[in-house]
T-cell receptor, first 114, second 113 residues
Framework: DVKVTQSSRYLVKRTGEKVFLECVQD?????MFWYRQDPGLGLRLIYF???????EKGDIPEGYSVSREKKERFSLILESASTNQTSMYLC?????????????FGPGTRLLVL | AQKITQTQPGMFVQEKEAVTLDCTYD???????LFWYKQPSSGEMIFLIY??????QNATEGRYSLNFQKARKSANLVISASQLGDSAMYFC??????????FGSGTRLQVQP
């Protein structure tokens, strides 16, 4: 089974802190994604990566950056956390084997910024 | 941005009955894929079913089926014989052509005994 893990299920940080959210997948997938989920808005794409050291902006990249130094690991960085970044963050991965391949999600990280 | 619309924020259904969750989408593409995911209260996203725009038949997976009406740009999820464990958030999504997915706002389904 595909497994996507995220470093924390719950995280509490203070405004202005630098925050790292880590995601690891064990299925050698080329593509990895970071979404944030807010009530009434569904999931929105922050960044994604289709190869090591490659990244593309999603729909809401402002205030975030990402790093992909190894194929299995995709990190989301909040350079200076703000209260409007309180949210649920979901990581996902998918292979390059065509349109039918679904994305596999991690359990999510609930981030609270005080 | 190509939008996914789920007009039902919440739905109730009696156990063992069928329920339809609505989804409409914008697109100017000829080839695209549509997905449904389930999110229980634990938070993980579970893939349920996929429909390709060129698939001639509606997709089915066990108790899940997708009522795909291409001309109307709708891809409604039908859950037959609802179970208490079906209580969850349900999200409709389509591929964006950039390998990512665009999601609707979700429908919270509650199955009542």
């Amino acid at each position: 089974d595909v497994k996507v893990t995220q470093s924390s299920r719950y995280l509490v940080k203070r405004t202005g802190e630098k925050v790292f959210l880590e995601c690891v997948q064990d299925m050698d997938h080329e593509n990895m994604f970071w979404y944030r989920q807010d009530p009434g808005l569904g999931l929105r794409l922050i960044y994604f990566s289709y190869d090591v050291k490659m990244k593309e902006k999603g729909d809401i990249p402002e205030g975030y950056s990402v790093s992909r130094e190894k194929k299995e690991r995709f990190s989301l960085i909040l350079e200076s956390a703000s209260t409007n970044q309180t949210s649920m963050y979901l990581c996902a991965s998918s292979p390059n084997s065509g349109i039918k391949e679904t994305q596999y999600f991690g359990p999510g990280t609930r981030l609270l910024v005080l | 941005a190509q939008k996914i619309t789920q007009t039902q924020p919440g739905m109730f259904v009696q156990e063992k009955e069928a329920v339809t969750l609505d989804c409409t989408y914008d697109t100017s593409d000829q080839s695209y894929g549509l997905f449904w995911y389930k999110q229980p209260s634990s938070g993980e996203m579970i893939f349920l079913i996929y429909q390709g725009s060129y698939d001639e038949q509606n997709a089915t997976e066990g108790r899940y089926s997708l009522n795909f009406q291409k001309a109307r740009k709708s891809a409604n999820l039908v859950i037959s014989a609802s179970q208490l464990g079906d209580s969850a958030m349900y999200f409709c999504a389509r591929d964006t052509g950039r390998r990512a997915l665009t999601f609707g706002s979700g429908t919270r389904l509650q199955v009542q005994p």
